[in-house]
T-cell receptor, first 111, second 110 residues
Framework: NAGVTQTPKFQVLKTGQSMTLQCAQD?????MYWYRQDPGMGLRLIYY???????DKGEVPNGYNVSRLNKREFSLRLESAAPSQTSVYFC??????????FGPGTRLTVL | QQQVKQSPQSLIVQKGGISIINCAYE??????FPWYQQFPGKGPALLIA?????SEKKEGRFTISFNKSAKQFSLHIMDSQPGDSATYFC?????????FGAGTTVTVRA
């Protein structure tokens, strides 16, 4: 039981490049989330998926897209990376009692 | 603008002391208030949580105090240990979406 897994762990991009961050969970969560974490700002919600086949914007969605491929997988795509998207990205799944379980994070640097 | 305000930004406590972290919110529709603990290089992990119909919840050395009328809640870490050195985040939930405070870095000196 791996919980919530994320790939890659680290990534360096040049401005304008695209990439997809992958997230998978084996905890049978219906809802999944993508956050970014920046110093002094806590975690901010980018997008979430309340159930398979649905996605919705969070607090900071600009520059990102998501896909809920199936119940297990929820990916985050940066179409044209910008230095302002340098951050640590966390995926999470929601348990039965409102609690969220986080993955280990992807550390992204955009040069 | 942050919906949950957290203070202090950092604190240092001696081993065996009490760490206190405070959070305040404005939206009275929030219905779940968790605290997360995060170690460097790791994802946040749920520590303890409370619902607004309860004024206090204790789990081991960790206690949440909740003041609904003041729209404030706090985390108390009793008998702080060096292993408690981490960043702590409060959060508030509405429609299963979490709004996080900015975080408090706690350092416990041996």
């Amino acid at each position: 039981n791996a919980g919530v897994t994320q790939t890659p762990k680290f990534q360096v991009l040049k401005t304008g490049q695209s990439m997809t961050l992958q997230c998978a969970q084996d905890m049978n969560h219906n809802s999944m989330y993508w956050y970014r974490q920046d110093p002094g700002m806590g975690l901010r919600l980018i997008y979430y998926s309340a159930s398979e086949g649905t996605t919705d914007k969070g607090e900071v969605p600009n520059g990102y897209n998501v896909s809920r491929l199936n119940k297990r997988e929820f990916s985050l795509r940066l179409e044209s990376a910008a230095p302002s998207q340098t951050s640590v990205y966390f995926c999470a799944g929601q348990g039965s009692y409102n609690e969220q379980f986080f993955g280990p994070g992807t550390r992204l640097t955009v040069l | 603008q942050q919906q949950v305000k957290q203070s202090p930004q950092s604190l240092i406590v001696q081993k065996g002391g009490i760490s206190i972290i405070n959070c305040a919110y404005e939206n009275t529709a929030f219905d779940y208030f968790p605290w997360y603990q995060q170690f460097p290089g790791k994802g946040p992990a749920l520590l303890i949580a409370i619902r607004p119909d309860v004024s206090e919840k204790k789990e081991g050395r960790f206690t949440i105090s909740f003041n609904k009328s003041a729209k404030q809640f706090s985390l108390h870490i009793m008998d702080s240990q060096p292993g408690d050195s981490a960043t702590y985040f409060c959060a508030a939930s509405l429609d299963y979406k979490l709004s996080f405070g900015a975080g408090t870095t706690v350092t416990v000196r041996a």
